[in-house]
């Protein structure tokens, strides 16, 4: 008996390959696995957005294909509560959230650890590409191999004890592979569509969506230098640095979002992709969390991403009071959206990250009232 087949992991079953994959690596190298379907929205079932049903039917199949024992559990009423209530709270203010954080945070390495421990796992699992290794007593979260798939910039809230008891199987795999691996393994997954959207709810048209919670406030579109331009039927449907949507044109090349005024609810945009008013040499955040479970000795210098798919960019780290930081960069960053994640890296290592409060381009023209 090898001392993997003591360990028992639970891993989150999505009905999608990555999660498949994940499971039967972690089979086949001896652990005693055990796979979870987590169902976490039930507003609007029927409109098949979510396809629950159809991703719980690929996860019994793959499941029953590997020979190990899936189990169900619903968390739609922490999903609630916990992320969805404050997803609409940030958009209903005209800020961006970013639900993958908070979903991660609250749900998939809080609720699903605490049940998977009720049912007596050692461990759990996920198919997120991401990597942990252990340094002086502390779990490190490292970028995964592939770049084009890695996750780490959704995980960086997570602390020490749910890394500890957190394994990343697909860490060194890149998504090719994993699909190759489960064709040849015989999982009928193995070419389904990764899924987009909205953490646990999929993909909408998300105006629609939002609609359906929030009471759309219209308002005026303006110019940065004031000029009046249209109208928009609510900020929270506009994010910084937004080009489709805005319903205007004229000579001068295509408009682009600059700013909110959630006081007086109008929407500001600029002409240009790099307008002056897109960008900005420094940010604010708070909500800060470190993987280390501290900060680094501040001021800092690292490198720090405002998207989950832009490119590292050098910055230094200053302490502001109550736990905040500005984040001043070594270049201009264009369109830093409040509400959004700021993700710090040294190298391979994910430091932490925190929520973006604003920016230079904002705090310039707003001051204390930026959004």
Known sequence: MSENSRIHVMVGMSGGVDSS?????LRDQDYRVTGMFMKNWEEDDSGGYCAAAEDLADAETVCAKLGIPLRT?????????????????????????????LCNREIKFR???????TLGADLIATGHYAGLT???????LRRARDPGKDQSYFLHALDQQALRSTLFPLADRNKSEVRHLAEQAGLPVHAKKDSTGICFIGERRFKEFLQSYLRPRP??????EGR????????????????????????????????????????????????????????????????????PRLPHRCTAKTRYRQLDQPCLIEPLE???AR????????????????????????????????????????GDAAA
């Open 73 to 101: 559990v619903n968390f739609s009423h922490e999903y609630w509560t916990r992320v969805f209530s404050r997803f609409l709270a940030e958009y209903d203010a005209g800020r961006t959230p970013n639900p993958d954080v």
């Open 111 to 117: 609720e699903f650890l605490d049940h998977a421990r």
């Open 134 to 140: 252990q340094r002086q007593g502390r779990q490190e």
């Open 322 to 324: 109550q736990g905040a």
């Open 327 to 366: 984040v001043r960069f070594d270049q201009a960053q264009r369109a830093v959206a409040p509400g959004q994640a700021v993700v710090f890296y040294e190298g391979d290592v994910c430091l932490g990250g925190g929520t973006i409060l604003d920016s230079e381009a904002l705090s310039e023209r707003f």
């Open 219 to 224: 308002g005026e579109i303006r110019s940065i």
């Open 228 to 295: 009046l331009l249209g109208q928009h039927d609510g900020l929270m449907y506009h994010t910084i640095g937004q080009r489709q949507g805005l319903g205007i044109g004229g000579p001068g090349g295509p408009w682009y979002v600059a700013a909110k005024d959630t006081a007086r609810n109008i929407l500001y945009v600029a002409q240009g992709q790099d307008h002056p008013s897109l960008l900005s040499q420094w940010l604010r955040a708070d909500q800060l969390s470190w993987i280390a479970g501290a900060p």
């Open 21 to 25: 994959v994940a499971a039967m690596l």
